[in-house]
């Protein structure tokens, strides 16, 4: 068969002649250098008169050729007139027609259109099969999917650009449907192309993992909140039969992709929660899901991936019945990292609906996993979880205070915060006292409050950093210890005890009497005389 049936009768001589006249040897030279050295990313033919190409040079640039006029081809380089990505992305268009780069490099060199090729007379082009149609079963339009793109993939070497136009042309054979048949078909496209993201992923070498990871999930971040857009629609009372096997359809996918271990990229567990999170309220999806859960449960392969999954829909589904117990149990053996976020959804609600003996088991549990933990981002979830509930929860007697004080000195921050927000001025100085923080490096507008509210409070913490300031044993040491000691006369004041002070003066001088440099600071600062 011959391969240029992909072009329209008379467009491969065309395009070959523009070629010939308009770009310059030594650009199509350094096309071809481009194009052997794998600076074309993709390339795709995005219509009957256009091919798209993405090429790496320094920067990715976007290039677009006109089969019929070249002059209205473009490139992202913002070249004058046809430049040297162009002839790179035609090459790779030859290669993917099945034709030799090299001999259309040379044959263009020459001025000459490639043997063979110079009346290609009528072609049978090869057509994609025709889709389902807006009538079309969701099982004939998944088949369609991976028929037609299931092989676009293997073009995705180092950026997911071929992706995004597969999207946009799955999405586009939609785009004159009722707006109801439109979301499912896009939320069935958008599972589909993340499928196919993960097997580009999947194929990628050890050494570029971290780089493709971080290049896809950028990209992906775009579509996955779109889908979480699409899904907010799901309604199961409402639902027909024809939405119903859609959505059926959606969640098996979903399903099978979070049970799989090689998908190791995207969170599937995620969208396969997220789709839950519109359905859980029916007790007969629920029930229907729940025995095809208990069945894979039941079987003796489970690894300890698919085990966590399992677990948590079903610790979900148990704690939308109200049996928070049962489902805390159920997380007993399930890894931790991947259910975290659910677990402490489950928290959230039951604070929020005050149910405070289901929220202190959730509590119990986090508090149990996160003993050892001392990263401060994983902690702030629960540690705000115990900030809310000290304060509608008062009639827990410091229970949840507790569990921060426990979390020292990862837990400093919330802790202090918690206390200044609860005006606990003593419990907060002297929790800066108990870290060693000096003065100077707290917040001011903190340091304001306490001084106007409870002066007292930071008395303490002032004696000890002028105590560290002189034992520094230099002169700028004790220049430090004089500004502290100007804040802490203030502070005596304040609090009325202006003889206290005296007495504390007198004591520092008869104490550090040999040191003359000190002596010095203190007569210059005016703090003896």
């Given at each position: 068969m011959d391969m240029t049936a992909s072009l329209a009768d008379g467009q491969w001589n065309a395009m070959n002649q523009q070629m010939i006249d308009h770009i310059p040897h030594s650009a199509l030279e350094q096309g071809m250098t481009s194009f052997r050295s794998g600076m074309v990313r993709s390339v795709d033919q995005i219509e009957e008169n256009r091919v798209y190409g993405i090429v790496d040079d320094v920067r990715i640039l976007a290039v677009i050729l006109d089969l019929e006029q070249l002059r209205y081809s473009n490139c992202t380089c913002q070249a004058e007139g046809p430049c040297r990505h162009m002839g790179a992305v035609w090459y790779a268009y030859c290669a993917r027609l099945g034709i030799e780069p090299q001999a259309v490099h040379e044959h263009l060199l020459r001025g000459e259109i490639l043997p063979g090729r110079e009346s290609p007379g009528p072609q049978t082009r090869t057509e994609r099969p025709p889709s389902p149609g807006a009538d079309g079963s969701v099982t004939a339009w998944r088949a369609w999917f991976g028929e037609v793109y299931g092989e676009v993939w293997q073009q995705c070497k180092q950026s997911l650009h071929p992706m995004q136009s597969v999207l946009s042309e799955?999405?586009?054979?939609a785009k004159h449907w009722g707006k109801a048949r439109q979301r499912y078909h896009w939320l069935h496209t958008i599972e589909f192309v993340l499928e196919q993201v993960?097997?580009?992923y999947a194929v990628t070498d050890s050494y570029s993992k971290y780089y493709y990871e971080m290049s896809f999930t950028r990209s992906v971040d775009p579509w996955i909140a779109h889908f979480e857009e699409l899904s907010v629609s799901l309604d199961p009372a409402a639902m027909s039969s024809w939405?119903?096997?859609?959505?059926?359809a959606l969640i098996d996918a979903l399903r099978e992709r979070a049970l799989d271990p090689q998908a190791t990229l995207l969170r599937w567990d995620r969208l396969y929660h997220l789709i839950w999170s519109r359905l859980s309220d029916s007790a007969s999806w629920r029930e229907t899901e729940r025995r095809t859960l208990e069945e894979l449960l039941e079987q003796q392969s489970c690894d300890q991936h698919q085990l966590t999954f399992l677990q948590s829909v079903l610790a979900h589904f148990d704690v939308i019945e109200g049996r928070d117990e049962e489902a805390v149990a159920r997380l007993a053996d399930a890894a931790f990292d991947p259910v975290v976020e659910l677990v402490y959804g489950f928290a959230r609600q039951r604070l929020e609906a005050r149910e405070w003996e289901a929220f202190g088991r959730w509590m119990d549990y986090l508090h149990r996993q996160l003993a050892d933990c001392r990263n401060t981002a994983i902690l702030k979830p629960y540690l705000t979880l115990c900030r809310e509930a000290d304060i509608h929860?008062?009639?827990?007697?410091?229970?949840?205070?507790e569990r921060m004080i426990a979390l020292l000195p990862y837990a400093y921050s919330e802790l202090s915060e918690h206390w200044m927000e609860r005006s606990d001025y003593e419990a907060w100085a002297d929790l800066q006292l108990f870290i060693g923080v000096r003065p100077e490096e707290l917040d001011m507008?903190?340091?304001?409050?306490v001084a106007k509210h409870a002066p007292s409070a930071l008395i303490p913490l002032y004696h000890q950093a002028v105590d560290e300031a002189i034992l520094s044993r230099n002169r700028q040491g004790y220049r430090n210890a004089v500004k502290l000691l100007k804040k802490l006369e203030k502070l005596y004041q304040s609090d009325g005890r202006a003889a206290t002070w005296e007495l504390y003066v007198e004591q520092l001088a008869n104490k550090y009497q040999r040191l003359r440099a000190l002596q010095e600071e203190l007569w210059k600062g005016k703090i003896v005389t």
């Open positions: 799955m999405k586009g054979s993960e097997l580009a939405e119903a096997s859609w959505t059926t929860h008062p009639a827990a007697g410091g229970r949840w205070t507008q903190d340091v304001r409050s």
